[in-house]
């Protein structure tokens, strides 16, 4: 098992910026691959960004290019989530995950953390 804790949500002006974490414990955090999602109230859960093992590579939603950087800490088993230019429609519950697929899925789930951004 992988357990994964989100921090760093909160409410924002639009404009302004949060950085997202998730510390990973239990099975080892080597060789996969992180990513993260996000779910607004009434809509499906969406991709946001994934990077690769050990971090050389990274996509992202066309939604988000360009304002959000994913990255992680091998040495701290953590994932990050730079968000900068926050416009309300990134409002919504964001989720780290592991093992993340091409397609969109995922092996393992953080509990997700509230991010708010107002006009």
């Known amino acids: 098992q992988v357990q994964l804790v989100e921090s760093g949500g909160g409410l924002v002006q639009a404009g302004g910026s949060l950085r997202l974490s998730c510390a990973a414990s239990?099975?080892?955090?080597?060789?996969?691959?992180m990513g993260w999602f996000r779910q607004a109230t009434g809509k499906e859960r969406e991709f946001v960004a994934r990077i690769n093992w050990p971090g050389s590579l990274a996509y992202y939603a066309d939604s988000v290019k360009g304002r959000f950087t994913i990255s992680r800490d091998n040495a701290k088993s953590t994932v990050y989530l730079q968000m900068n230019s926050l416009k309300p429609e990134d409002t919504a519950v964001y989720y780290c995950?592991?093992?993340?697929?091409?397609?969109?899925?995922?092996?393992?789930w953080g509990q997700g953390t509230q991010v708010t951004v107002s006009s």
């Open positions: 239990g099975r080892t955090f080597s060789g996969r691959v």
């Open positions: 995950a592991a093992d993340v697929s091409v397609a969109g899925r995922a092996n393992y």
